[in-house]
């Protein structure tokens, strides 16, 4: 993906309508953040196209999954959010992170499972 995707921040944004509390803020921020690295406004976002200097920039910067910059390593935090997101994420693999979600959004996950979110990520989000 070379541009903004519109389609993905849809998905992001239609799981603030849940029950749980704690997942709809997190789509909150995940959407944020993808606005934010996209290097958009939610003017520009809701705007019926994306057009500008900061559309044209986000061009020259490749782009990774859901539209994120390759320029830096996601958090534990956005990879959870995009693997749980995942169409590609097998569902016994989303009920276990389901278990995580509290420690996620706490920061309080271990370095085991640090490196297990880094490997789902790269395989089911990436890969």
Known sequence: MSTFNRTTLVKVLEILDS??????????KLASTMVREAGLTWDEV???????????????VSSGPFGYRRDR???????FFMVLLSPRTPLEIKRKLRTWEAR????????????????????????
């Open 19 to 28: 029950s749980n509390a704690g997942e709809a803020l997190a789509a909150a």
């Open 46 to 60: 809701l705007a019926p196209e994306i057009r500008g200097q900061a559309a044209v920039a986000t061009r020259a």
């Open 73 to 79: 390593e996601l958090s534990p935090h956005e990879q």
């Open 104 to 127: 996620v959004l706490d920061g309080e996950i271990t370095p085991q499972e640090t490196q297990d979110l880094r490997f789902m990520y790269q395989s089911f989000v990436v890969g």
